[in-house]
């Protein structure tokens, strides 16, 4: 048939421009898809490209960090407990040189402490007895000047520093999971829910807000303690109410599309409903689903802290950001080099991924940008 | 409105009657009991045990628990504070944890609302950047790292504030003193939130066509500002302020634990930890309870505060 319809057109119709030449200008730079435009203005956020260089070094840092010295993260060290930090090239400058100040009896100066004490910063009296606060270098104390703890070591005498990029390695491979499996789950349920609409979007929607009512901290909380303190049951326990957000993100796509003309057209032509779903609706979505992943990675890191810090961290000796600030919470007023270092990680990065989610949006769509 | 009141009241019911159902079965069915004594004979162990119909299968436990539940009598703690009501102990409890939250949301509110109202008219100057960078800070860095720091550097470095909360049962200077670094600690994460709602809200008035309209006849920028930009962008503003109390409530528990503070929060963990069943319950279903109203508070606001917002899908 349609050989036939062509020969006609050959044999009947004649071309009258043939010869001559088209005079359009040709094209040029190359075309522009939509990850490209959108590269094209992440690149222009000075602040999101911060974000996203210190991310990548930090990611670094937790996969290399602990391979940077000789001291394992389960490494006990009973007789070198609770050093403080001490770096090598900065501790000349008089911070982090591994000492720390004391109240000790004067006595002790010439005593217990001989030849460690750097230097008196004042003497008092406590009822007879004669006090003097001191600064004390811990290494020499304990005959180990030739060990360098970067960061210190905690009340076993396990190194902070590898420690510290352990718990970021594992504090981000919880959120990973936690964020992949909240995105399958919120793209899948909220798909289904807002492409067939109608008696399915309404039960489904019904039990989004049962599930939504339970506190999410109870649920948490139950299904921790029933399980255990696992890396896969911590990132689990969080996808449970997690991808809620996600699927209301997708099914307001869904809303959005599925009466427009395109998909009419597809459908029209014959396309399944997975078709339509998968080929058509869904990768308008696309840059929401890379923003709700960047920014939902902060708060599952979040969520891992606040439940060490309710005691249903990851099992020890395995630690993460939560757990090593949990830890240090306990010896906080005397040793804070264990507390200061996680909290500094945990603050960097939910600041970065912060920075980089705003970021994203904003490229992948520029008329939300400054609202918010 | 009445008929939607009416179908949401009973759907919280519902959901409410479902979350106490699931707490309890999976509360039960965790392992251990809340006798810790190792030395303790089995008889008389089970004994106590009977008494409390520890022993019996799971259903009959349940149709106990229903009876009293339909009371609202959780029954006595049997671990952490034996003997005692759990109503009576939640009673001590709720208000420690409810001052603070309220003293936050007092603190947190004005502040937050003039830094909004500052940033969205010094929009796109040094102000206004400021202030967008604290409010990131402020919204990242978890509540329990700024509870951490203010205790080091604030009460221990300079001796400002107690270390911990006083114990004192009534409101006195010492008291509040002592619950100041507690509710800073609560509030940075709120002041950035109502902040940034804020500004984004007052920037959109701030551009739209009423406000030319009322510079036309003839209204200063301020008078204009107040008049009709800043009404307008507090009408959503309600509806974040109410869930943000309950989300206190939630975060108050690790600042809780930080400062020693004898709230609900640990009273929860102690009464999940130690199998005291009757206090975990009793905790949970006022969690709950308090969860939901908020949504439904919430949801019945959006047509008191705005009447263009119709409810109940009538159009």
């Not at chain 1, 970021?168 to 609409?197: C, D, F, P, Q």
């Not at chain 2, 030395?39 to 019996?56: G, Q, R, S, W």
């Not at chain 2, 200063?220 to 974040?240: D, E, G, Y």
Request: net charge positive; proline share 4%; aromatic share 12%.
């Amino acid at each position: 048939m349609k050989n036939n319809t062509k020969k006609n057109i050959e044999n009947k119709f004649e071309f009258i421009q043939l010869d001559e030449i088209l005079k359009d200008e040709k094209f040029e730079g190359e075309a522009i898809g939509f990850f490209k435009d959108a590269m094209i203005r992440f690149r222009k956020n000075k602040a999101s490209v911060t974000s996203f260089v210190i991310i990548s070094f930090l990611v670094f840092m937790a996969i290399f960090g602990p391979m940077m010295n000789e001291y394992g993260f389960k490494e006990q060290n009973l007789k070198l407990t609770l050093m403080p930090a001490r770096i090598p090239i900065i501790e000349k400058m008089g911070v982090f040189d591994g000492t720390k100040v004391m109240n000790i009896s004067k006595d002790n100066i010439e005593g217990k402490y001989k030849g460690a004490v750097l230097q008196v910063i004042k003497e008092y009296k406590v009822k007879d007895r004669e006090m003097a606060t001191v600064k004390v270098d811990m290494y020499k104390y304990k005959e180990v000047k030739d060990k360098y703890f970067w960061f210190g070591t905690d009340s076993l005498g396990r190194d902070q520093w590898t420690r510290l990029w352990r718990g970021t390695r594992i504090s981000l491979i919880i959120s990973v999971i936690a964020m992949s499996v909240n995105i399958v789950i919120g793209v899948v349920y909220g798909a289904i829910s807002g492409y067939y609409g109608g008696l399915v979007d309404l039960g489904m929607q019904r039990f989004i807000e049962v599930l939504n009512g339970i506190p999410f901290l109870v649920v948490i909380i139950l299904f921790v303690l029933y399980y255990g303190p696992g890396i896969i049951p911590i990132a689990l326990a969080l996808c449970l109410t997690g991808w809620i957000g996600m699927s209301r993100m997708i099914r307001a796509q869904f809303y959005k599309y599925k009466g427009m003309e395109y998909v009419l057209a597809s459908r029209t032509l014959g396309a399944t409903d997975r078709t339509l779903i998968f080929r058509h609706i869904l990768p308008n979505a696309f840059g929401i689903i890379i923003t709700m992943s960047a920014l939902a990675i902060p708060g599952a890191i979040f969520q891992e802290s606040f439940l060490a810090y309710i005691g249903l961290g990851i099992q020890a000796p395995e630690p993460s950001i939560g757990v090593l600030l949990a830890e240090g919470q306990l010896v906080l007023l005397e040793y804070p080099h264990l507390t200061i270092f996680p909290a500094l990680v945990i603050s960097i990065l939910m600041i970065s991924f912060n920075l980089l989610g705003n970021g994203l949006r904003d490229a992948f769509d520029p008329t939300l940008r400054g609202q918010e | 409105m009445f008929r939607y009141t009416a179908q949401r009241l009973t759907l919280l019911v519902i959901t409410l009657f479902m979350i106490i159902s699931v707490s309890f079965f999976v509360l039960h069915s965790m392992p251990g009991s809340f006798i810790t004594d190792p030395k303790m004979p089995k008889d008389v162990k089970k004994a106590i045990e009977d008494k409390y119909h520890l022993n019996e299968p799971m259903i009959v436990q349940y149709g106990y628990f229903l009876k009293d539940f339909s009371k609202f009598d959780f029954g006595l703690s049997i671990a952490i504070q034996p003997k005692v009501p759990v109503n009576q102990i939640l009673a001590t409890k709720v208000p420690v944890s409810m001052q603070l939250n309220i003293f936050s949301l007092l603190l947190s509110l004005p502040i937050a609302i003039v830094f909004g109202i500052w940033a969205a008219l010094k929009k796109n100057k040094l102000p206004d950047h400021i202030i967008s960078i604290m409010i990131i800070a402020f919204i990242a860095i978890p509540s329990f790292v700024f509870a951490s720091l203010l205790q080091y550097f604030i009460a221990f470095k300079l001796g400002w504030f107690p270390i911990v909360v006083s114990t004192e049962k009534v409101l006195t200077w010492n008291k509040f003193k002592s619950i100041i670094l507690p509710i800073l600690a609560l509030s940075f994460g709120s002041i950035a939130g109502v902040a940034r709602y804020t500004r984004a809200e007052l920037c959109e008035a701030l551009n739209s066509e009423y406000m030319l309209l009322a510079k036309a006849k003839g209204l200063t920028q301020v008078q204009a500002t107040t008049r009709h930009a800043m009404r307008n962008s507090f009408i959503p503003l309600a509806n974040i302020i109410i869930p943000m109390f309950t989300g206190i409530l939630g975060g108050s528990l690790v600042i809780e634990k930080i400062f020693s503070i004898p709230g609900m929060g640990s009273v929860m963990l102690d009464g999940i930890n130690a199998k005291d069943y009757p206090v975990a319950m009793g905790v949970l279903f006022w969690y709950s309870l308090l969860g939901l109203l908020t949504i439904l508070i919430v949801d019945l606001s959006y047509g008191i505060i705005d009447p263009r917002i119709r409810i109940g899908g009538r159009k």
